[in-house]
């Protein structure tokens, strides 16, 4: 037994080695890495017996092992686990921004309601946002935020306290990206509404067609690049809100994190998964549990955020929103390290 476990921790360890060797070369376009890569945080769950093992055993060769996979998990999910507290003098100007994938099947208005009011936000970031939810939602929406851009073809949608100054659309397929520059109290931001491509996961299970994956994976990337486009065209502060649909071990991920702050990487506590299951794999069930955070909130380095949070409960969708306030006072702004 005790050969086996040891067999079965180098070949663990071994496996990421080659995931990450990889991606690194090929991104998200094979079955391995895009495998590893959406397991995500359960990507590491192995440790959880491996080292306790280890140490009963008083392994030094497996404990040395283990650290490689025990080192990724740091960096890729440490800073979620460092108590961070928003700064203690209340924002000058402050701004909160709610990003929600609504589900586009989604009837449950009174509580879709009740959570955009309970939230408080000056800025609400819709996806899968349809006609169903234009006629039921629409009238209550616009008495609490007076300023709308319903991108219908898309199911996006930017509900506002405040002026929406310009909208463009960014095309990417089927999957074009919402672009607006919004006015707070003098002050110019640009926000990016974007719902990525889907992974596919489950027409993958369905058929056994890799290049479902595949082709899913490229439009991503087609979409993040229109993203970072977007981004760097309009000189402003830039707010992104988006239905990822990837975790933040993807290439993909890596790729829109260049250049851009991962607010709940730097102001959240925890796993902060966004993803419900089984509701997400459209299986009906009044229980659904976190299993995956890809639903993000990025800004460029000149805009603080001071909170941000996912907002528990369920309100009908096979996402939980994710809440973030920003700091916009130019006395504040900082720079990234």
């Known amino acids: 037994m005790s050969r086996i476990v040891s067999v079965l921790i180098w070949i663990y360890a071994g496996s990421l080695l080659i995931w990450l060797v990889i991606r690194a070369f090929a991104g998200d376009g094979t079955l391995l890495t895009l495998g590893f890569s959406y397991l995500g945080v359960w990507l590491f769950l192995p440790l959880v017996f491996f080292i306790p093992w280890a140490i009963r055993q008083r392994s030094k060769l497996e404990l ?27 924002p000058a100007k402050p701004v909160s921004v709610l990003s929600f994938n609504l589900l586009q099947n989604n009837r449950e208005s009174e509580a879709l309601l009740e959570l955009f009011d309970s939230s408080q936000a000056d800025i609400l970031a819709l996806k899968e946002f349809d006609n169903y939810h234009m006629g039921k939602l629409g009238e209550e929406l616009r ?15 930017i509900y506002s306290k405040h002026p929406i100054l310009s909208q463009e659309i960014y095309p990417a397929g089927s999957w074009p990206i919402q672009s607006a520059i919004i006015q707070v109290d003098g002050q110019q931001i640009h926000l990016i509404n ?32 229109q993203l970072k486009r977007a981004d760097q065209q309009i000189d402003l502060p830039t707010i992104v809100t ?52 890809i ?22 969708s096979d996402h939980r929103p994710v809440w973030a306030q920003f700091e916009l006072s130019p006395s504040n702004v900082f720079a990234s390290p």
């Open 64 to 90: 040395i092992v283990l650290s490689f996979p025990l080192g990724l998990f740091l960096w890729f999910f440490g800073l979620q686990f460092i108590p961070k507290f928003p700064p203690a003098a209340p």
């Open 143 to 157: 008495r609490r935020y007076p300023h709308e851009w319903y991108y219908r073809p898309a199911g996006l949608a």
């Open 194 to 225: 974007a719902h990525l491509a889907k992974p596919g996961i489950l027409i993958f299970l369905e058929r056994g067609n890799v290049k479902v994956l595949k082709d899913l994976a490229a439009k991503r990337v087609e979409q993040i690049a």
């Open 242 to 293: 988006c239905d990822c649909n990837m975790t933040n071990l993807t290439a993909a991920y890596a790729e829109l994190a260049d250049g851009l702050n991962d607010v709940f990487r730097r102001r959240g506590w925890g796993l902060g998964h966004t993803f419900l299951i089984p509701r997400g794999f459209d299986i009906s069930s009044d229980i659904n549990l976190g299993f995956q955070r």
């Open 295 to 316: 639903d993000y909130i990025f800004t460029s380095p000149e805009i603080q955020a001071r909170q941000v949070r996912v907002i528990p409960g369920d309100s009908g």
